[in-house]
C-alpha cells in the first residue's frame, strides 16, 4: 500500500471511530483513533478496521468488563483500546484530527 493509501485509511478509520452511532462510543473509539491510529501499523490499522464492524454495544461491554472479548478479536489493538482512558486523552473537539 502507497504512503497515500494509508494516510487515506488513517483518516478514514478517524472519521468512522468519531461516527459510531453511540455518543459514549463516538467519544471512547474517537479519541483512542485520534491519539493512536496515526502510529498503528498497516497490519494493525487492518485489524483496528476488523474491530470497528463490531457493534458499539459489544465493545462497550468489553471496555467497561462486563463481557469478555472472543478470541477472534482479542488482539494488541484491542488491549490498547482497553487500556485507553478517554477521560485523560480525551479530544478537544469531536472531529480533532492529530497530526
Not at 19 to 41: C, Q, T, W, Y
Not at 47 to 55: A, K
Not at 70 to 99: F, Q, W
Amino acid at each position: 500500500m502507497t504512503v497515500e493509501n494509508i494516510e487515506n485509511k488513517r483518516k478514514r478509520l478517524i472519521f468512522r471511530s468519531w461516527h459510531r452511532g453511540m455518543r459514549e462510543m463516538d467519544l471512547i473509539m474517537g479519541s483512542f483513533a485520534n491519539l493512536h491510529v496515526p502510529k498503528l501499523s498497516e497490519s494493525e490499522l487492518e485489524t483496528y478496521e476488523e474491530l470497528l464492524h463490531n457493534n458499539d454495544p459489544d465493545i462497550y461491554d468489553w471496555i467497561l468488563g462486563r463481557a469478555e472479548p472472543p478470541a477472534n478479536v482479542k488482539t494488541s489493538v484491542l488491549e490498547k483500546l482497553l487500556a485507553h482512558h478517554y477521560a485523560s486523552n480525551r479530544a478537544t473537539g469531536s472531529d480533532d484530527i492529530a497530526h
